[in-house]
Antibody
């Protein structure tokens, strides 16, 4: 069974940093694009970033460029999202997703709250 | 990247059909056949229902179908059932390896 399990969310002050992790199992991790999608409380979905199977290409939504960094460790079947200079508007549930243009499955999500 | 436009709500009685629209531009929906649809229950992660405009993943009932005309994609749920009551989001490739989601539609089964 394909599984994605996120961790690392929590409460952080504006300007702070947080690193999210996603542990994957049940598929050949190194063969797939992976990404992050977020959902602010009571709001819609927003694509955040994705990364090529070998990690050589990374793409971001404009609002996080220069602040967030996506990475992966194919030896550990793990995906990461380093989030710096966090803002209140980054408050959301962050989902780890498998795939390039369509996402199956999704993780259960991890909540990031940016507040003083 | 601007969000794709969906109606905030849609409804139908059990057994009826409901169609949700997803309107973008020639730079996203109209330019590529990479439109997907997701179903989300409150407090749960989204689930892929349709990909590449009209393809259904294994396990998704054939009551769910997708189509596209110009800059607008559509999701149709036929034979509406109580468990279809959920939020639905479209998404599309938007060039330069960027992706955009729709604003979301709440489907109510009357």
């Amino acid at each position: 069974e394909v599984q994605l399990v996120e961790s690392g969310g929590g409460l952080v002050q504006p300007g702070g940093s947080l690193r999210l992790s996603c542990a994957a199992s049940g598929f050949t991790f190194s063969s797939y694009w992976l990404g992050w999608v977020r959902q602010a409380p009571g709001k819609g979905l927003e694509w955040v970033a994705n990364i090529k199977p070998d990690g050589s290409e990374k793409y971001y939504v404009d609002s996080v460029k220069g602040r967030f960094s996506i990475s992966r460790d194919n030896a550990k079947n793990s995906l990461y999202l380093q989030m710096n200079s966090l803002r209140a508007e980054d408050t959301a549930v962050y989902y780890c997703v498998k795939g390039w243009s369509n996402y199956l499955p999704w993780g259960q999500g991890t909540l990031v709250t940016v507040s003083s | 990247q601007s969000a794709l436009t969906q109606p905030p709500s849609a409804s139908g009685s059990p057994g009826q059909s409901v169609t949700i629209s997803c309107t973008g531009t020639s730079s996203d929906v109209g330019g590529y056949n990479y439109v997907s649809w997701y179903q989300q229950y409150p407090g749960k992660a989204p689930k892929l229902m349709i990909y590449e405009v009209s393809k259904r993943p294994s396990g998704v009932p054939d009551r769910f179908s997708g189509s596209k005309s110009g800059n607008t994609a559509s999701l149709t749920v036929s034979g509406l059932q109580a468990e279809d009551e959920a939020d639905y989001y479209c998404s599309s490739y938007a060039a330069s390896n960027n992706f955009v989601f729709g604003t979301g539609t709440k489907v109510t089964v009357l």
